[in-house]
């Protein structure tokens, strides 16, 4: 079983809409939690960053959430326009952290239609 | 564009061939690491390069042999490859003492 793991694997929304993707982790300790959106034919690139202390970081229509307790964190993405269709990846990174390894979810591939 | 740079972005192989994927930083980064992303799975790290020195080889199979001759470049060499090796190969770089990676576009590898 990976150490983080996503949800939906895919989801279809309408523009304009909002929706929200999860992130159930293992990891622990750790230093911080990201998503990374990664467009087709793209790398992926980094939205939010939270540490272990932090509860809600956002970037524009992007807001991340963590909750350390029940280790989880969710992306909610606000009014969506076509240029959200992505795939979204949680990562965690450990506390003790040897030569900068991420631990990756499986992303989650989102589709925008107009 | 995240100041790293791959090449080439498509590449079609036979198994029998032999070919190298690039990876280049315009960062000034210190450590760089090559990750295979194969469809609905996560990022598998292969390898990691820290000051030029490798300091992980994550049993990863001898047909992929990294290079990084300088803090700049990092290769893949590739070589006998198998139709399961199909995948998108990433390139990402850091600079020690910060968390963040940076990757590259990619390099969509279909191999016959």
């Known amino acids: 079983k990976n150490q983080v793991e996503q949800s939906p694997q895919s989801l279809i929304i309408l523009e304009g809409k909002n929706c929200t993707l999860q992130?159930?982790?293992?990891?622990?300790?750790?230093?911080?939690l990201r998503w990374y959106k990664q467009d087709t034919g793209r790398g992926p690139v980094s939205l939010t960053i939270m540490t272990f202390s932090e509860n809600t970081k956002s970037n524009g229509r992007y807001t991340a959430t963590l909750d350390a307790d029940t280790k989880q964190s969710s992306l909610h993405i606000t009014a969506s326009q076509l240029s959200d269709s992505a795939s979204y990846i949680c990562v965690v990174i450990p506390l003790y952290n040897q030569g900068g390894k991420l631990i990756f979810g499986q992303g989650t591939e989102l589709s925008v239609k107009p | 564009e995240t100041g790293v740079t791959q090449t080439p972005r498509h590449l079609v192989m036979g198994m029998t061939n032999k070919k190298s994927l690039k990876c280049e930083q315009h960062?000034?980064?210190?450590?760089m690491y090559w990750y295979k992303q194969s469809a609905k799975k996560p990022l598998e790290l292969m390898f990691v390069?820290?000051?030029?020195?490798?300091?992980e080889n994550n049993s990863v199979p001898s047909r992929f042999s990294p290079e990084c001759p300088n803090s700049s470049h990092l290769f893949l060499h590739l070589h006998t490859l198998q139709p399961e090796d199909s995948a998108l190969y990433l390139c990402a770089s850091r600079r020690q003492g910060t968390d963040t990676q940076y990757f590259g576009p990619g390099t969509r590898l279909t191999v016959l």
């Open positions: 960062l000034g980064h210190n450590a």
């Open positions: 390069y820290s000051l030029e020195e490798r300091v």
């Open positions: 992130c159930n982790y293992t990891v622990s300790p750790f230093s911080n």
